[in-house]
Nanobody, 128 residues
């Protein structure tokens, strides 16, 4: 069974950095793009970043552009999506989710219903 598992969340201070990792297992994710989303308390889940399988296309929300970096690790027997978060701000705390979308639908990278697989989420907390 295909599974995505996030890790790396935690408590940091404003201005700190944090790296989230999403490990894929139970299947092959070739031809799948990966995305990160987040949901803060009382708010809808929102798009954060996405990267195509080959890495040729990358997208960020305006709120994280120039601070966050998404990358893929497609080495043999490994498929991970990494979200490097720098200069964390008070508006960044949320549960962060990784998700996988078939490459053919990647033009809709921000459209959550098109994503086939989701992780359970990891909490990011930022203290001032």
């Amino acid at each position: 069974q295909v599974q995505l598992a996030e890790s790396g969340g935690g408590l940091v201070q404003t201005g700190d950095s944090l790296t989230l990792s999403c490990a894929a297992s139970g299947g092959t994710f070739s031809s799948y793009a990966m995305g990160w989303f987040r949901q803060a308390p009382g708010k809808d889940r929102e798009f954060v970043a996405a990267k195509s399988w080959g890495g040729g296309m990358t997208y960020y929300s305006d709120s994280v552009k120039d601070r966050f970096t998404i990358s893929r690790d497609n080495a043999k027997n490994t498929d991970r999506a990494i979200l490097q978060m720098n200069n964390l701000k008070p508006e960044d705390p949320a549960v962060y989710y990784c998700a996988a979308i078939r490459e053919m639908y990647f033009n809709g990278y921000f459209y959550q219903p098109d994503y086939d697989y989701w992780g359970q989420g990891t909490q990011v907390t930022v203290s001032s």
